[in-house]
């Protein structure tokens, strides 16, 4: 800044960033002109121009540095989570309350008291209004920055009670910029969850790929630019299920009930009943009644009244040899 009789104004290191006023105090003092006055801002501003928007920035440096690659891809407004007052029930990033969108609250506020914008306009689930997510599936390239506002926001953000998260897209300069990545996570690569230890279990086999490339530049020099970016996920997760199933002698239509009568059953007539390797099971891994248990068997289709028997449909899928049919336990029904 100039005027005549005075000396040159400069100042720099004042940095713009969303959601945040910035303050520039100017001051002309008289001399010639070829004097100049410089002002570095070097140090971390005090913050005097407003008495709200209580929160943090993540600017383009923290996307691109802190840990947001989850099972689901990679999520930035995961990060809302490191903020201050901010209680996850689910836990960060275990793909929980972040995901389905509730269990997240903002200093005592409601889980429902979000408000996400993108360049200023609402991007907020209209299913799920003030949910923790947004229905937008961001990637930390299309974004220069955003800021979490956890207290005290200003008027321009009084929607919601809980956290306002204003968002930034990225845009094209007079310049051609752009980037690619790739991110493979397999479980040759990761830790065993502490979990799965515990229990005995093996890495799961989850194998992810996330790809992308964005690029941004001008149309017009100094007029007109453009900006574009896309990214891709490819995952492929195995999981192994295991379940009781009908014997053999089930499908038949020959129902075993234990007899009121067992030892394992009390004064009442109830009746313990687990599952085959537990305590209380009345049956083995293979389908065989364990020592001390009574069982009686109920035919299904001889004691119909009507003679219908077993419907040949049901019992030509149950007995196809695409369903899978291990004989982990037997299926007894409970004493009535």
């Known amino acids: 800044m100039a005027a005549a009789g005075f000396s040159k104004f400069t100042s720099t290191g004042n940095r713009l960033s969303i959601g945040l006023p910035l303050t520039v105090n100017v001051q002309l003092v008289l001399g010639k002109v070829n004097e100049e006055v410089t002002v570095n801002e070097a140090a971390e501003r005090v913050e005097t121009s407003t008495s709200g928007n209580i929160g943090q920035l993540f600017d383009n440096t923290v996307l691109n540095t802190l840990p947001i690659v989850t099972t689901r891809g990679r999520n930035p407004l995961s990060l809302v989570e490191l903020e201050p007052g901010v209680v996850d029930g689910s836990g960060f990033n275990e793909g929980g309350a972040n995901i389905a969108g509730g269990g997240v ?5 409601r889980d429902r008291a979000w408000n996400y914008t993108l360049d200023g306009i609402d991007a907020n689930e209209t299913s799920a209004g003030g949910s923790n997510f947004s229905p937008l599936h961001l990637n930390p390239d299309m974004l220069s920055e955003f800021r979490v506002i956890t207290s005290n926001a200003t008027a321009e953000y009084g929607r919601n009670s809980g956290a306002e998260v204003v968002m930034s897209s990225k845009y094209g300069t007079n310049h051609f910029h752009g980037s690619g990545y790739f991110y493979y996570q397999t479980p040759g690569f990761d830790a ?3 979990r799965n230890i515990k229990a005995g279990l ?3 086999q989850f194998v992810q790929k996330i790809y992308g490339f964005d690029v941004g530049g001008p149309i017009i020099r100094n007029k007109t630019f453009f900006f ?4 891709w996920l490819r995952t492929l ?3 192994l299920n295991s379940q009781p199933v009908f014997t053999q002698q089930a499908r038949n239509g020959q129902l075993r009930f234990v007899d009121q009568g067992s030892p394992n059953c009390v004064s ?3 009746c313990t009943n687990t599952a085959a390797g537990s305590s209380g099971a009345t049956v083995d891994a293979s389908g065989n009644v364990v020592s001390g248990v009574n069982v009686d068997t109920y035919d299904v289709a001889s004691n119909d009244p009507f ?3 077993l419907d040949p449909s049901v019992q030509a899928m149950i007995n196809s040899s695409k369903i899978p049919c291990p004989t982990i336990s037997s299926w007894v ?3 009535t």
């Not at 609250?105 to 506020?109: E, Q, R, T």
């Not at 574009?228 to 990214?231: K, L, Y």
């Open 105 to 109: 609250y903002v200093n005592g506020a």
């Open 192 to 194: 065993n969850d502490p």
């Open 202 to 204: 093996t890495r799961p």
């Open 228 to 231: 574009t970016n896309f990214q």
């Open 237 to 239: 997760r195995t999981t």
């Open 268 to 270: 009442n007539g109830d």
């Open 307 to 309: 003679g219908l028997g």
């Open 333 to 335: 029904m409970g004493s």
